[in-house]
């Protein structure tokens, strides 16, 4: 079975043997986290070259941690947070019980894992709000995406691509989002506390 589905993909059995150990929404986060040095660099790293290269930002971990869910039966989703002012951020989803989880690579501690209690898309949205902000402090949040399903990319092969799939973040652009905030609570929303900043930069990368 594991050369079968590794073929079917196009991975290594080597690809493959890493992919494989990554059982559970916890441990492929554990291997963003350790595995995986932050990256800002303008590129899209497909799965493959991420296994390779250990360098990666957050669309390429969420491809990487969709295709680690793939892979045990579950499917390739990902998710666009949207921001003001801010990049925005990419996740893989995951659902356990009927309950919303995420996956993350970020280099602010807060942006990372969440685990599967949410019940909606919203109320997982929200809980990366207060950990939004950009350089001036200011909580940039605004709105999520619908999931995307990445397997309808497949024809293009972008799990194993040695070119970077931009044909996914692309397709983000052109997608609508759910307001999570109305637009004239904007201008009374406060600063982000020094020490909560100081906490989701705890070991960040200072180049990114």
């Given at each position: 079975?594991?050369?079968?589905?590794?073929?079917?993909?196009?991975?290594?059995?080597?690809?493959?043997?890493?992919?494989?150990?990554?059982?559970?929404?916890?441990?492929?986060?554990?291997?963003?986290?350790?595995?995986?040095?932050?990256?800002?660099?303008?590129?899209?790293?497909?799965?493959?070259?991420l296994l390779?290269?250990?360098?990666?930002?957050?669309?390429?971990?969420?491809?990487?941690?969709?295709?680690?869910?793939?892979?045990?039966?579950?499917?390739?989703?990902?998710?666009?947070?949207?921001?003001?002012?801010?990049?925005?951020?990419v996740?893989?989803?995951?659902?356990?019980?009927?309950?919303?989880?995420?996956?993350?690579?970020?280099?602010?501690?807060?942006?990372?894992?969440?685990?599967?209690?949410?019940?909606?898309?919203?109320?997982?949205?929200?809980?990366?709000?207060?950990?939004?902000?950009?350089?001036h402090?200011?909580?940039?949040?605004?709105?999520?995406?619908?999931?995307?399903?990445?397997?309808?990319?497949?024809?293009?092969?972008?799990?194993?691509?040695?070119?970077?799939?931009?044909?996914?973040?692309?397709?983000?652009?052109?997608?609508?989002?759910?307001?999570?905030?109305?637009?004239?609570?904007?201008?009374?929303?406060?600063?982000?506390?020094?020490r909560?900043?100081?906490?989701?930069?705890?070991?960040?990368?200072?180049?990114?």
């Amino acid at each position: 079975m594991p050369g079968t589905i590794a073929n079917e993909f196009g991975f290594t059995r080597h690809e493959f043997a890493i992919l494989r150990r990554l059982e559970s929404p916890e441990k492929i986060q554990r291997f963003l986290d350790e595995e995986i040095v932050y990256d800002p660099s303008r590129t899209c790293r497909s799965p493959r070259r991420l296994l390779r290269d250990r360098r990666g930002h957050c669309v390429e971990g969420a491809l990487l941690a969709a295709t680690a869910l793939r892979l045990r039966g579950q499917p390739p989703l990902i998710w666009d947070l949207h921001a003001q002012r801010d990049v925005d951020h990419v996740l893989a989803l995951f659902r356990r019980d009927g309950l919303w989880g995420a996956i993350g690579k970020s280099n602010y501690s807060g942006l990372r894992y969440r685990e599967p209690v949410y019940k909606t898309l919203r109320e997982l949205a929200m809980s990366y709000f207060e950990h939004y902000f950009n350089a001036h402090g200011e909580r940039t949040l605004r709105g999520y995406s619908r999931p995307i399903l990445l397997s309808q990319f497949d024809a293009t092969g972008w799990m194993t691509a040695e070119d970077d799939p931009w044909q996914i973040p692309n397709y983000l652009t052109t997608i609508s989002y759910t307001q999570i905030i109305p637009r004239k609570v904007v201008s009374r929303l406060t600063r982000q506390d020094q020490r909560l900043r100081a906490a989701n930069e705890f070991g960040m990368q200072k180049a990114g």
